[in-house]
């Protein structure tokens, strides 16, 4: 046995110790993992010796190499060995490791529970202390359970060092035994009174760290740290006291009342500036939440500015960071005492250290006001120039930004400066945050009317220096910003000096290296510039300026049509399309200014961000409830149920206005212009957006008597086209004054006029006595042009159709018929779409498909060409009509000079272009490549609509194949059915159309569908899609519906259910035809 | 609550750790190695605050830290501590260690810690760390008393022959130094340093 020993220190000489170890590891810098093996390998060795003091040592470089990164759980057991040892110098090295390595996984642990308690009792008071040091780094819940008497008791022991570490540890012995609080806590709290302060200290510490926890339960502590606070010198008790209060204050107001005395008295007298530091923090605190309670505390708040004014002037950057945090706490409840220290804020963003800079800036954002606004943004923009890294720049950008736009610019005074400021940002390298200025560009522009001038002409400028931009391509963020310039240019090009050059720019080769979106607005943009240089040189005599514009355009849109970006590629080649369009017309000396404009017409404008929940809910709509069953998985991709909401809402809230007092209403308005016009901060809405909400006024908008169970809607209209609504509703309101004047005028007349018109129409109706004579005899000259259709027209998906033409047609062509229904496919397909839309409106309830329909018929067809033709007319011209011929190549060779031309009847006459003979043929605007069609638009004028009529016409035109050319030509003929004068006109007011009914200006007929049997809703949806009526109102068994024509005739039906029509119309031969085109419809069926 | 005690060189070596936490050995060394990343991209004449550590704790706790030559002494602490005292603290540890570990140094000034020393004497640092701070609350802030208990438990291991008999000398060293002048942060606490008198060795 005592040779073992022997044996053990002379073997222990050779073992390397800590020290050994350290040396090594640094001598072996190439190989260290390999080496650190091998010494963890005598490690092991050393481990299975019986020699306490060789275990220890191992222990001791475990706890090294475990500082390392390795894992050295393996030695647990060995740890607890040393740990068991008697010798307190090995015992240290045992709870150091056990420290370190030991967790809640360990199980080792659970052997230690008995060593533990040996050594918490041991009579060596640092056995003791060493035990309580590492166990409060690994105790568990079963060791806490098992020791917590053990502790508790030491809590009352002799010695001050053993009663801190017992009273320090309880609060991790309350974390893992929460049940040893109850018992524990009197004793804790007699520790706050110790005589020794270290123990004192310790329990001000963990009666801290508890109410931390659950402040509620620690209240009744109160006036004993009130009293530690007055009576105790040990700042970091204090310090500890002072930040409890600090959480204990929102809780108890009075608590806050009393301490700002003793604290202002420590902030007075302390000269610890960590101890000042924390009471100007907690009597923030105690101001915060007694801001409205308290009257005055103004004192306080200056002591504390004061204060803090001293650490942001020192030297230390601790001092000047924190001074600024603080401050950043009380500007929330009183800005108005830090404003005062702007200066030394703007000091602070000189700083070196980037931290405090940025809390420079936080401070800053809160202490703008309309005075000092632009000086502040100007410091700011001198360090944006000044700035190093990209991160802090960045961080500038955005808080100049956040700066000038929080509260709806509400410190803005001059918006040409923003503006400015702005653009000097574009400028800015590197930058993230181009989308963010973009943005506030275009926010601006179009939030702030007075501004478009000047801000078009700033991104003009931009646009023509883009490339001073893009200097570094698609990596440079800023090039965002060319997005917005474009944009406003465009959309606000009236205020642009010299678009064309504008329009130039935005064309430059070199703007196809710009990502996607952004040459997408500008390919967009580009029309919207060349629709005002058009109209900018409409009426100059010489139309070279115009010309060359579409040139350019001709020219450059093809590098966009070539874009890998779909969204380029498609918005060029459309433009690039009626660019080429237009500059037919523009070498025929036709005026298109206007049309094209009309492509763009429309003016943004701001909306109030609350401006839907204006909108009340209408009584006993419940917008959460289902209105038709929940939609089972397949149909949740079906939009009805929103579409019916969204177009539902906006009716219910006017007919809801009306039932405000109509004098409050105009007072409100009254007063809220005045308001308006008083405030130049008010950022006001354009003309026309007030035109439409004020010209009409909220009184004047039509009630609608909303029966919710049938739902008023308009056939088709798309949501956004509320507004358009309400100014055709306007526009419908005068027209009706207008012509209720007229009407008179006419009664007197109209006797005269029948008589006159009769022969006409009579001539009319038989266009086939003419043919022949016509065919030699020329028309006579009138102005003509292939009408540009306005897009309104294209929004209405219940569009014309005459069935009962193509029956006839049938009759002329029945073998070739059977092939084009075939083709007919793609029609079909479009406008079946539009058909269920129509239904949709009627009808809630169904869900039935309908059966395709097609607005398009066939007007005539041979082996090389197939047209087919859809007649519309519009409001805006009463005498004309627009005929839509698609023309589809079915051959394999090229159609080319394609000429329509019609024998003008003396009702109805084809327009042509000013110069041109009366019975000149019109050159079709394209060329036919094989399979290829293509649509050309052809206007009609005419007199008379109460009677259907038709015109015989013909098409010339040259088949192009490789080895010939052959002049081919085609018969045709127009059917323009009474149906096509028809306008699909939504009626929304119930109440005017019941007056129209009872008003006995019109004259009934009726008419009776037989052998009809397709649903109701079908039915309905057929007469609105095929003769373009809209229903008014549906109730159960049937229906009211209304159209107009385009002359102004009402046309009223009550479709019912038994396939009974009762008809209504101020002209009764209008109404015969149509009833008889409605009949033929449905025969076909 | 303290989360954790780091403390590591220039280079981003550990010389030595002190968690309060349980953290696997690999997520301390990662903790280390991101802790390391923040602070020493920071300039000297900035200050020693970082928030929101990503890694331990999350937006509530900040690290405090301070660099003395060729060592960071970093502190990863919650909003119940005072940033300043913790300051003040980290500088009171390093001085013990000046104090009580790295006796050769001492003479120049303890802004100039070796880290050799640390190195060499790990042990002796979580010893002496021991006294300050346990269980992640600070323990004791006076001087005397932490230099007293750690003399004592020197004496006591000393008694038993040690594990090996450096550092012990350590403290005898003190006892004739005129210990620098206590720069003006250390406001914590009544620092007066009355040597305590030392056994001979």
Redesign the interface.
């Given at each position: 046995m005592a040779l073992k020993i022997v044996k053990g220190s002379i073997d222990r000489m050779f073992d390397k110790?800590?020290?050994d170890l350290?040396?090594g590891i640094?001598n072996h810098k190439e190989d260290e993992a390999k080496y650190i093996s091998t010494c963890i390998d005598e490690i092991k060795q050393e481990l299975k010796q019986d020699n306490i003091?060789v275990k220890?040592?191992a222990v001791?470089k475990l706890?090294?190499l475990?500082?390392?990164?390795?894992?050295v759980s393996w030695a647990a057991f060995n740890i607890v060995e040393v740990m068991s040892s008697s010798?307190?110098?090995?015992k240290?090295?045992g709870y150091?490791a056990a420290s370190?390595c030991f967790?809640?996984g360990t199980d080792v642990i659970m052997l230690t529970t008995n060593q533990i308690r040996k050594d918490l009792s041991s009579p060596?008071q640092?056995d003791t202390g060493v035990a309580?040091?590492g166990l409060?780094?690994f105790v568990t819940p079963d060791l806490a359970r098992d020791l917590a008497n053990d502790i508790m008791t030491l809590m009352s022991h002799t010695k001050p060092?053993i009663r801190?570490?017992a009273v320090?540890?309880m609060?991790?012995v309350f974390l893992k035994y929460p049940e040893s609080l109850r018992p524990a806590f009197p004793r804790l709290k007699e520790k706050l009174e110790d005589p020794d302060?270290?123990v004192q200290?310790?329990a001000v510490?963990?009666i801290?760290?508890l109410a931390?926890r659950n402040p509620k339960n620690y209240l009744s502590l109160a006036p004993l740290f009130f009293k530690l606070m007055t009576s105790s010198?040990?700042?970091?008790v204090l310090?500890?006291i002072i930040?409890l209060f600090g959480a204990l204050t929102p809780l108890e107001p009075r608590l806050g009342k009393k301490l700002i005395e003793p604290l202002t008295n420590l902030i007075h007298s302390t000269?610890?500036?960590?101890?000042l530091?924390?009471c100007v923090n907690t009597v923030i605190a105690v101001l915060i939440s007694l801001s409205s309670g308290m009257p005055n505390h103004s004192a306080s708040i200056q002591l504390c500015v004061q204060k803090l004014r001293i650490l942001i002037e020192d030297s230390?950057?601790?001092?000047?960071?924190?001074g600024l945090l603080a401050m950043s706490k009380i500007l929330k409840t009183h800005p108005k005492s830090v404003q005062s220290h702007k200066d030394l804020i703007l000091q602070c963003l000189d700083d070196?250290?980037?931290?405090?800079r940025l809390r420079a800036l936080d401070l800053l954002y809160g202490m703008v006001s309309k005075k000092n606004l632009m000086e502040i943004v100007k410091k700011l923009m001198l360090h944006v120039d000044k700035a190093e890294g990209t991160t802090y720049r960045d961080e500038l950008l955005t808080k100049i930004i956040d700066i000038c736009s929080q509260s709806n610019y509400q410190y803005i005074t001059n918006f040409e400066w923003y503006i400015s400021i702005l653009v000097e940002l574009t400028r800015l390298e590197g930058t993230r945050h181009g989308h963010l200025i973009a943005s506030q560009m275009l926010d601006v522009a179009i939030r702030v009317k007075a501004i478009r001038g000047f801000a078009v002409a700033q991104m003009a400028t931009l646009l023509d220096n883009a490339h001073l931009l893009t200097g570094n391509t698609q990596r440079n963020g800023i090039c965002e910003v060319l997005y917005a310039a474009a944009w406003i240019c465009g959309e606000f090009s009236e205020h642009l000096e010299d678009p064309m050059q504008t329009l130039e720019a935005m064309l430059r080769p070199k703007v196809a290296t710009l990502p996607g979106h952004i040459q997408a607005v500008y390919v967009q943009n580009a029309a919207k510039l060349f629709a005002t240089v058009l109209r900018k040189h409409e009426g100059e005599t010489d139309s070279h300026a115009a010309q060359e514009t579409s040139q350019l355009l001709i020219d450059r849109l093809p590098l966009f049509v070539q874009s890998a970006n779909l969204e380029v590629q498609e918005r060029a080649s459309c433009i690039l399309q009626l660019v080429k369009y237009i500059q037919k017309l523009q070498q025929k000396k036709v005026e298109v200014a206007e049309e094209v404009t009309a492509l763009f017409a429309g003016e943004l404008n701001p909306v109030a961000p609350k401006a839907q929940k204006k909108v009340p809910v209408p009584e006993g709509l419940d917008l959460d409830a289902w209105i038709n069953k929940p939609p089972s998985e397949s149909e949740s991709e079906d939009e009805k149920p929103k579409a019916v909401f969204a177009k539902e809402e906006p009716k219910h809230s006017r007919s809801r206005h009306t039932e405000v007092d109509e004098k409050e209403l105009a007072r409100r308005r009254e007063a809220r212009k005045r308001e308006q016009a008083n405030n130049p901060f008010y950022i006001k809405a354009s003309p026309s957006s007030q035109k439409v909400y004020d010209a009409p006024g909220v009184e004047h908008i039509p009630v609608v008597q909303i029966d919710l169970s049938v739902p008023l809607k308009v056939p088709g209209m798309p949501m956004s086209d509320q507004y358009l609504k309400l100014e055709e509703e306007r526009r419908q309101k005068e027209k009706a004054e207008r012509k209720k004047e007229k009407k008179k005028k006419r009664e007197k007349r109209g006797k005269e006029r029948k008589a006159d018109s009769g022969p006409e129409s009579e001539e009319d109706i038989a266009p086939a006595h003419q043919v022949d004579i016509v065919t030699e005899e020329m028309p006579e000259v009138s102005s003509c042009y292939f009408g540009v259709i306005k897009p309104t027209v294209h929004w209405f998906p219940v569009q014309k159709s005459s069935k009962h033409k193509k029956k006839k047609q049938k009759k002329e062509k029945e073998e070739k018929e059977k092939k084009k229904k075939k083709r007919h496919h793609h029609h079909h397909h479009h406008s079946n779409a539009g058909g269920e839309d129509s239904v949709q409106n009627g009808t809630v309830e169904e869900e039935e498909p309908l059966p395709p329909m097609s607005n398009y018929f066939l007007l005539a067809e041979n082996s090389y060409i197939k047209m087919v033709y859809d007649i519309q007319g519009n409001h805006q011209d009463e005498s004309k009509v627009v005929v839509s011929v698609i023309f589809e190549n079915k051959s394999d060779s090229f159609l080319k000079s394609m000429e329509f031309n019609v024998l003008d009847s003396l009702n109805s006459k084809l327009q042509r272009p000013e110069g041109a003979g009366a019975h000149d043929s019109l050159t079709v605007p394209f060329q036919l490549p094989p399979g290829i069609s293509n649509e050309a638009h052809f206007v009609f004028s005419v007199q008379s609509i109460v009677m259907p009529q038709k015109l015989k016409g013909t098409l010339t035109f040259i088949v192009k194949s490789d080895e010939s050319s052959t002049h081919e030509k085609l018969d045709f003929k127009l059917h323009f059915t009474c149906t096509s004068y028809l306008i699909t006109t939504p009626c929304y007011l119930y109440d005017a159309y019941a007056k129209l009914l009872e008003s006995g200006d019109l004259k009934g007929s009726s008419l009776r569908l037989e052998g009809i049997n397709m649903p109701f809703h079908h039915l309905l949806a057929r007469i609105c899609f095929h003769h373009h009526f809209s229903v008014v109102e549906r109730i159960d068994s049937c229906a009211s519906m209304y159209s107009r024509s385009i002359q102004g005739h009402h046309v009223c039906l009550l479709v019912k259910t038994t396939v009974s029509i009762d008809a209504k119309c101020d002209e009764p031969s209008l109404l015969g035809n149509v009833l008889d085109e409605i009949k033929q419809t449905f025969s076909k069926c | 609550?303290i989360k954790a005690i780091l403390i590591f060189n220039n280079h981003g070596k550990?010389r030595?750790?002190?968690f309060?936490q349980?953290f696997?050995?690999?997520m301390?060394?990662q903790i280390i190695r991101e802790t390391f990343h923040l602070v020493s991209k920071r300039?000297d004449?900035?200050?020693?605050?970082l928030e929101g550590g990503s890694l331990i704790g999350g937006s509530d706790y900040k690290l405090i830290y301070r660099h003395y030559a060729t060592l960071y002494f970093v502190f990863c602490v919650d909003s119940?501590e005072?940033?300043?005292?913790i300051?003040?603290l980290i500088q009171l540890i390093c001085f013990f260690l000046c104090v009580c570990v790295f006796v050769e140094t001492l003479d120049k000034c303890f802004e100039n810690v070796c880290e050799l020393d640390l190195?060499?004497h790990?042990?002796k640092v979580?010893?002496i760390l021991?006294e300050v701070v346990?269980?992640g609350?600070?323990?004791?802030?006076?001087m005397n008393?932490i230099v007293a208990?750690v003399e004592?438990?020197n004496r006591?291991?000393k008694s038993?022959?040690?594990?090996?008999a450096?550092p012990a000398r350590a403290v005898s060293a003190v006892k004739n130094m005129n210990l620098p002048e206590i720069p003006r942060?250390i406001?914590?606490?009544?620092i007066n340093i009355k040597v305590p008198s030392l056994s001979p060795f």
């Open positions: 110790n800590l020290q350290v040396r640094r003091a220890a040592n001791c706890t090294y475990q500082m390392l990164g390795y894992d010798k307190f110098t090995y240290r090295i150091l370190q967790h809640e060596h640092y309580l040091t409060s780094c060092y801190k570490k320090l540890i609060y991790k302060p270290g200290s310790a510490n963990v801290c760290e931390r010198t040990n700042n970091w310090i500890k930040k000269s610890a500036m960590s101890l530091y924390e230390d950057q601790n001092l000047k960071y924190l070196k250290d980037e931290s405090i | 609550m550990p030595l750790i002190r309060y349980y696997a050995e690999d301390q060394q300039d004449n900035v200050c020693n605050f119940s005072s940033e300043l005292g300051l003040d190195i060499f790990m042990d979580h010893y021991q346990m269980g609350m600070v323990l004791e802030t006076n008393e208990q004592l438990q006591m291991e038993e022959g040690g594990l090996s450096a942060n406001n914590i606490g009544d």
